[in-house]
């Protein structure tokens, strides 16, 4: 009888295990997980601490009693295992038991950061069932504070929910930003959702020392912290491995071929703990997402019952909730392709993500990140209330499709108005693309003072009413309807046009030109230079 030994009986682990079990239904299979739980929901941690989801047992897909009868796994809870003889093929557990395995699949996950400041060991973390256990019974009647040290997705996901529990939340991020995946200014908007909803955000800010009712900051600031969530990150748990000899890459996720074997081809790695391939780079990285967790687990156990298949790059697509508000990305963003050197197309847009004359309707912020060289699309991000998910999996598909940016325009999605728009927010997104590779000059928000000193005009092409509410400064008036009659004013100027969101902008451009007059569009128009650090 051919054994499998899974250490981690989590996302990827359970996956692992459930599959070779419909695969194979005389192979042994035993799960060792350190914690008390297998099989639960982490994603939805955040939400029983605020009552969001009521029931604790919601949380617990399965149990090792419900494992056993239906796909007669061998699954052992609170068992952790400590080493690995590949000579051998044995792990041996932390009460000294030592197994036996043909096949060995690694999905210990990862373990969250906690950095030597003073008094950290006060800090809370949300991993674990046992996690938001001892979350919950730490927020008695008399808790009123909360410091969340990490402006990541779960340290927000906690701020929203610990709001809902009518706590005063104070989230310390030490990036320049919030959200790292966005770019920044696409991070300032939920920045402004999170603080219209009563939270706190503190960016830049370095926590130096936790005492028993606050923290204190490098620059001398103190937050207020009655409880305090350690939401920095995680790391893999990757100490099995190297303790092993597996090979471990630079930032400590396992090695692992296109078939997830590590260094020792008995020996397979995934979920949290493994490396990735990055689909835009190829190069390795560390994506730590529960999809992705379960898709390895399920190719793992059709590898080791035999099929020739092979993972797929990964994108990195993820997506949080927050006040109902959704803010998603996919692959690179700006900051990052800039800093690889790509030469780069940026698209911003700001569409409503149904028919606008449909009740409801609700504005999107997306942005779309383009090689300018071969038109491939390398991220997104898209920021507001419904619709968000639909508009980043629709891109993520074509990603993995093979499309280019400008392909997004001839995409066929389903309309009607309570759901779309006869042009869908992806649609427009390939326009722009198409519009510039055909030509169009753009300027993004964070190019305008140096567009500026290089002798551009910025011409607001709203209308008078629109001008007066408010503009950017050095910004002249000239309507887009406007503009064939006030063309002598322009003649021998480089115009630079915006719009409220770049549409007339468009418009502008596209007349100046044929009128002789040099011009661009600022991208995005004068909302994206609104809510962006130009304008904090």
Sequence with gaps: MTTTVIVGGVAGGMSTAARLRRRDEEMEIIVLEASGYVS????????HVSGVIPERDSLLLQTPESLAQRFNLDVRVNTRATSIDRE?????TENGEVISYDYLVLSPGAAPIMPPIPGIERALTLRTVEDVDTVIAALSEDVKTAAIIGGGF???EMAENLRHRGLEVTVIERAPQIMTPLDEEMALIVEKHLVD???TVITGGDTTDIAADHLTLSDGRTVPADVVIASIGVKPAS???????????ERGGIKVDDQQRTSDP???ALGDAAEKLDAVSGEDTLVPLAQTANRHGRLVADI?????????????????????MAAGSVGWNERRARAAGKNIRV????PSDHAGYYPGAEMLHLKLVVDADTDAILGAQAVGGAGVDKRIDVIATAMRGGLTATDLADLELAYAPQFGSAKDPVNLLGYVNDNMVSGEKTVQWHELNDALSDGWTLVDVRTPGEFNAGTIPGAVNIPVDDIRDRIDELEGRKALAFCRVGQRGHVAASLLTHLGVESANLDGGFITWELSPANK
């Design 40 to 47: 639960f929901a982490n994603c939805g941690l955040p939400y």
């Design 88 to 92: 051998n093929k044995t792990v041996t």
């Design 347 to 350: 698209i911003h847009t700001h």
């Design 239 to 249: 100490d099995l491995a190297a303790d092993a000899g597996l090979e471990v890459g």
């Design 197 to 199: 909803n009563g939270v």
């Design 266 to 268: 008995s020996i397979f």
């Design 304 to 324: 080791i019952t035999g099929r020739d298949v092979r993972r797929t790059p990964t994108l990195g697509t993820a997506i949080v909730g927050l006040f109902d």
């Design 154 to 156: 779960i340290g927000l």
